[in-house]
Each structure stands twice: as C-alpha cells, then as structure tokens.
C-alpha cells in the first residue's frame, strides 16, 4: 500500500522562461501550486471550495531542489502527495519532471498552516484530516 | 500649463526577462501599474488607502506599444498621467523609457472602472475626481 | 469558410489571482501567449521549433479588453486565430472565455514583428506566411 | 567584525497580492532575486556583468521560512549575505522584512551552482572567490 499520489500535466509558458533559456526558479513554487490544487481535487477536496468554507492553507515553509533544465514547451509531470505534518500543519511533497521520460526537473515540498477565512490559525477541521489520511492508505 | 506626471525608477528584474534575452510582453503591465500606484500616491491619493475606503479602479482596458529593448538590470524610468475619461472612467497613460538616455521601451495606457469594494461599478467620489482635475492643472 | 481557430483549455492559477479576488491583468496575456503557442502548434508550426529555426516573433503591439471576472480554478476556454498583417507584421487576435458557458472573460490581439535569432527584422519566410495563408482558408 | 550585508527596499506590487490579500508565496523568490543583484552589485560584482563574461549562477536549492504577512504597498526591506559553500557553490541569505519596523515578513537561502555560458559547471573563477571572501571580512 503506498500513498495516493496525483499527477497532472503541463507546458512550459514562454512567460516562465527566463534569459538563462530555461525556466525561471520561483516557477517551480507556481507549479507546486497547480499541483497542490490537482491533489486536493483528486481527494474530494477542491481548494477553490474550502477557502470557500472559510479553511486557508497559506503557505509557511517551501523548499526546492533544481534537478535538470526544462524549456519552452516542453510538456512536464507535476506528481503531489499530501498528509498532515504534526497537528496542524499540512506538508505537500512535490517531483516535476520531463513527460517524455528525459528525467527530473524539480523537487521540493510546502508546509501550510490552517487558518480561518481572517487568517487566524485553526485546528484542521475533521473533513480534512480524515480526507487526507483516506488518501494515504489508498491503493 | 501642463499635466502633473509622475516618475517612477525601477531595474528590470531577472524574474522579468525571458529566453528573448529582453523584458516578457506582459511585464510592462506590471510596470504600468507601478507607475499608476506611484501617480496616485503623488496626488495624494494612496491607492492602498482608496481600496481600504471602498473604492477599486479595476482595469477594463489596456494597450501597450513596445518601443525599444530593455534588458536584466537595466534602470527604467516610469512616467505616468491620469485623468477622467468620461463621466465614470479613469484614464492612465504610461511611458516608460531607460535612465540612461538610450530611449524609449514601451507606451501605453488603461482605462479603469470605478467600482465599490463589491465589485459593482459606482461614480467616482468626489474626493477622487477632485484630486484627479486638480492635477491637471498643475504647473 | 472561416478562418482557422485553435481552442486551449486552462484554468486559473492561484499565482494569477490578486487581491481584488479575480487574475491580475496582465496575466490575459500571458494567457494569450498560450493561446499563440497553441495555435502555432495546430498549423504545424510550434513556436519553440520556429525559434530553433532562427525566426522569432516578438510583440510590439498588444491591446486587452477586460470583459468578466475569473476567479481561481476556474476553467477558461482561449480561443486563437493568427494572419499576416501586411507584409512584414503577424496579427492575433485572442477571445478568453469561461469553459462552462458562464461568458466572455476577456480579448484582444498582439502583433508581432519577424525578426531573425539576432532580433534584427526580416521578411517573413514562405513556410510562415504559407501555414498562416492556409489555417485562413480551411474549412 | 561581521560579514557584508547589502540592503534593498522596494515596494509589495499589485501584482505580487493573491486572494488571501497578502503576497502570493513565490514572490519571495523574486524577492530573493532581487537581493542578490543588489549585493554582487554592492561588492563591485554587478551580476549583468557576470553573464557577459561568461559566468552563471543558476539557482540549485532554494528555501523560504514565511514569517509575516506583507500588504500591496508596504514597504520592504530586503538584506543579503553571500559566501562560497564548499568549493564550487555559492549561498545567499536573505532575510526580508516591513521597512517601517513592525517586522519579519520572509527569510531563507538559495544556494547556485557556477556554470560557463553553455551552462556547464566550472571552477568559480578567482575574481569571484576573491571578491566573496574579501565582502565576507568587512567590518
């Protein structure tokens, strides 16, 4: 049994390039983003929804490791996992890599805290967690 | 007698450039906007204070022309003017052009909505069309 | 006989929003440049292939119309179709529009200079004006 | 004696707010960004002027502690340390936080390998080294 992980795909944008001819270093946050709104969506969960029921996810800690170029338009996998990271803290672990087998671009994770819609800390309400942790004992 | 104008100096940033070597097309929006919050703040009308008063000038329109390159760490000069166009539309027109002399980047303009802090589209405030007309006049 | 159009699907990003709740306005376009790499793609010439090739297609004009609100994660549908715009400019004009009917989002158009790898201007080559020609005549 | 320290301010720009009204988290990347040019710049090693003889610094790790909310327009203050990490990599600290004193708002480090033009790794040239080490011992 391993956890559930999603995976979704995207180009590499002409506004994400930089001059160095690949892209840019703070992309790879922007595409840890799409894959943390993949993730959510994949378990029941769409982010665009629970902001709407008041839960935020802001970031407080994020971390990325470079591991190979990617070019304008070139087409990668954004693979996202997801689980509770002590009580109250959400941790996403992110790979990006080249969907044509070229090998890895990025990896990293976030750490979010919960907060209500003021931005004020919460307990992770239950809907969540149990959410979450299904997710990590699927298939 | 001519328009008040204000004038921004910013560097072009690595984030800004792309594979071309010179400035991404859509950054030169973004400069816009610079120059349009440092306009507002030199007639005295903060534009962080106006939306915390209720009062948001979302863009409907905007045009730019591209003039000349500008590359990573070249110094910028933003020039902008605002007025009135029509009843409930604010007008920006931006110039932006290098420190050094070297000339022109890009020119253009946006057309802003008058709106409440709902979205919903009102008049201008007095207080607003006030300070706008004023700078007009300025010497 | 219409002219040919490229539709691409996206959805908006949490990067795009700003604080007013909907995308920051110079992300149409960036949404636009997506558009014109679709499009490219769809008549046989990816932009990225192009650019290898020596021919690159700078913008030096861009007009947006701001037409409805788009909020996070919702699917928008952009719509693309390109031609020559006399001799030596490419014109696109670009319609972004919610996915699931909700209406226009935004349009506009970009023109684009022909220059060679060095970015001096040069005359479009034949297999350019040729596969815009064509997309313009299909069916 | 204590390590140089270089210091930038700039201003949280529309465009860097998301949703939650607060910067959207990749921006701190940019900020970091900016950091760095403003400190090879203040050891008399413009980074401009690097490329243009031949020397990159891509960005290979990166990680970002989130420590405080920053609004559009506040006002920021960006410091930054550098320093040789082992033989062939360079490491920036950067601490970010409100101009006006009312604290934190980001700190973190990226780490860059230095590679020649086509982007293959190299021995830091000694100009480089010097110039860290030298920053490094300033009172």
Redesign the interface.
């Known amino acids: 049994m391993s956890a559930h992980e999603s995976t979704l795909t995207l180009?590499v944008?002409?506004?994400e390039?930089?001059?160095?001819?690949?892209f840019?270093?703070?992309?790879?946050?922007?595409w840890f983003?799409?894959g943390r709104?993949d993730y959510l969506r994949s378990i029941g969960l769409?982010?665009?929804e629970m902001?709407s029921r008041g839960v935020?996810l802001?970031?407080?800690?994020?971390?990325?490791?470079?591991l190979g170029?990617a070019?304008?338009?070139d087409e990668l996998r954004v693979m996202t996992t997801a689980k509770m990271a002590g009580r109250v803290r959400l941790r996403c672990d992110v790979r990006v890599e080249h969907a044509d087998g070229r090998g890895p671009v990025a990896r990293g994770y976030?750490v979010h805290a919960v907060t209500d819609a003021s931005?004020t800390p919460c307990r992770p309400p239950d809907w969540l967690t149990e959410a979450l942790d299904s997710a990590q004992e699927s298939p």
Chains 1, 2, 3, 4 share one sequence.
């Open positions: 180009r944008r002409y506004s390039t930089d001059q160095m001819g690949t840019y270093n703070s992309r790879a946050l922007e983003e799409c709104t769409p982010y665009a902001e935020m802001p970031v407080v800690e994020a971390h990325v490791e470079y170029r070019r304008y338009d976030t931005g």
